[in-house]
Structures are given as structure tokens and as C-alpha cells.
């Protein structure tokens, strides 16, 4: 190549190489729901979905994961159920840990969803919605420029 070699920084990044900034994880979190935060925060925050509005709804979320996988651990330490003699008989219950599980892993699919962090909703967030419709009947009732 002839002339003077390229400099490197007069080059402007492209989108994809920048990178965002990772946000500290709020000072209220436990420690199990910095350790999701410390996980999941930079690709959020590099696919432009952790602006600081964001960061109370994203730490619950957080939170959630740590809930789980605790009630995890209590399943497996101590079972999902249990028994009791009552005058019908001997019944199994479910242990209170179980059903707080559940209200956690739904906690987990509706904050997942708004952060686009299924599939689906990764597919949807990426379509760019369905544009400005009122910006073009108007553009057209004023007819052209």
C-alpha cells in the first residue's frame, strides 16, 4: 500500500464494538443476587437494556434467580413434601419452600420477558416494533415538501 500507514485512533467504532458500561449492583442486594447481577448485568448492558431506569426492576429480577436456586437447595436437602397423619389418613403436603419456589420462578419469566431474555422475546425486542404510523399519515395529509 502506498502513503502514510492508517492511525488507529481517528477510527470511529462501530456500534457493535462499543462497549456500554456495567453498573455497580444496588447496596440492598445479597450477596447470591450480586452473584446473578455480577453474571448478567454486562450483556444486558451491552445490548442497551440496563440504563439506570432499569436497575431496581433488573435487581429483583436478580434477586429471583437467588431465591431459586436456595429453594433449590432446600428441595434437595429436605424434599418437596411431607407427611401427616390426620383422621382421614396419612396425606402428603407440599412443603412451604416448594410454593415459594414457584413464586419465584414467576417472578423470574415476567421480569425475563421485559428484559428480553428469552428467545421469544429476544426476537421480539429486536424487530423494532411497527414505526410511527400517526408520523406518516400525517407526513402524507401535508402533502409533499
Excluded at 382421614?88 to 414467576?106: F, H, L, M, S, T
Aim: hydrophobic share 40%; aromatic share 8%.
Amino acid at each position: 500500500m502506498r502513503g502514510q500507514k492508517p492511525k488507529l485512533d481517528n477510527v470511529v467504532p462501530m456500534k457493535a464494538d462499543q462497549t456500554a458500561p456495567v453498573p455497580e449492583a444496588p447496596d440492598w442486594m445479597s450477596a447470591e443476587g450480586r452473584e446473578a447481577w455480577d453474571r448478567l448485568a454486562p450483556v444486558l448492558a451491552g445490548k442497551r437494556r440496563l440504563d439506570p431506569a432499569f436497575h431496581d426492576p433488573f435487581a429483583v429480577y436478580c434477586e429471583a434467580v437467588a431465591d431459586v436456586i436456595r429453594f433449590t437447595g432446600d428441595i434437595a436437602a429436605f424434599g418437596s413434601w411431607y407427611e401427616v397423619e390426620t383422621r382421614n389418613g396419612r396425606q402428603q403436603k407440599k412443603r412451604a419452600v416448594w410454593g415459594q419456589r414457584q413464586d419465584a420462578i414467576a417472578t423470574m419469566n415476567q421480569l425475563a420477558a421485559r428484559f428480553g431474555m428469552t428467545p421469544v422475546d429476544e426476537a421480539r425486542m429486536s424487530a423494532g416494533g411497527q414505526g410511527d404510523l400517526f408520523g406518516e399519515i400525517l407526513r402524507t395529509l401535508d402533502g409533499p415538501d
